[in-house]
């Protein structure tokens, strides 16, 4: 089945340092990924749709400049939390799907602490 | 705006109780319904529902869909302390976006 690596599963960072989260397909290609963040106790909230060779398309309320995405290849996306701040703490997971209509599948995800 | 809403948002059983989660739908060009457990990481895949009245089953844990009213069911028969978690509902990618919708969840806790 589809398998979906996401590294690291915990960081810990200072405040204004920056954090890259890396995503991968491990049997398959994926042209889209998706990221996501869960605050505890709550459900999964889409941020962006990470589209290989091509910009990212965020949702509303998330900033671009602030979580850089990079679909640099067909099994490779990361993203990149920026000039990080105690918010920004939580789950991120990322997820991508294979071919045709398939069911999403998710990485481990990355625990994020900002100190 | 395409939305999925769970309900209950959490419950409390015993070992050896029946619970049944519920899911509905409003989405525009509809595929297909998704349901993930997640425990202390990512969602791992339960069902994939796309016909209707066809019941899906996998051990203990059966799902369901109806397209006309726009619901789909989980349930979990003789749960067991390990089936705490919680379980996701997601619309699998209206339109040509291909994201999904998740609903808010339902947190199931199961008490020995």
């Known amino acids: 089945g589809a398998v979906v690596s996401q590294h690291p599963s915990r960081v810990i960072c200072k405040s204004g340092t920056s954090v890259k989260i890396e995503c991968r397909s491990l049997d398959f290609q994926a042209t889209t990924m998706f990221w996501y963040r869960q605050f505890p106790k709550k459900s999964l909230m889409l941020m962006a749709t990470s589209n290989e060779g091509s910009k990212a398309t965020y949702e509303q309320g998330v900033e671009k400049d602030k979580f850089l995405i990079n679909h640099a290849s067909l099994t490779l996306s990361t993203l990149t939390v920026t000039s990080a701040h105690p918010e920004d703490s939580s789950f991120y997971i990322c997820?991508?799907?294979?071919?045709?209509?398939?069911?999403?599948?998710f990485g481990n995800g990355t625990r994020l602490t900002v100190t | 705006e395409d939305k999925v809403v769970q309900s209950p948002l959490s419950l409390v059983v015993h070992e050896g109780d029946t619970v049944t989660l519920n899911c509905s739908y409003e989405?525009?060009?509809?595929?297909?319904l998704l349901w993930y457990k997640q425990e202390k990481k990512a969602p791992t895949f339960l069902f994939m529902l796309t016909s209707s009245g066809i019941e899906k089953k996998s051990g203990r844990l059966s799902s369901i869909l109806d397209k006309k009213e726009l619901f789909s069911i989980l349930n979990i028969t003789a749960t067991q302390t390990g089936d705490s978690a919680i379980y996701l509902c997601a619309d699998n990618g209206s339109g040509n976006t291909g994201k999904l919708i998740f609903g808010q969840g339902t947190t199931l806790q199961v008490k020995p």
């Open positions: 997820s991508a799907r294979g071919t045709g209509h398939s069911p999403l599948h």
């Open positions: 989405v525009t060009n509809f595929r297909s």
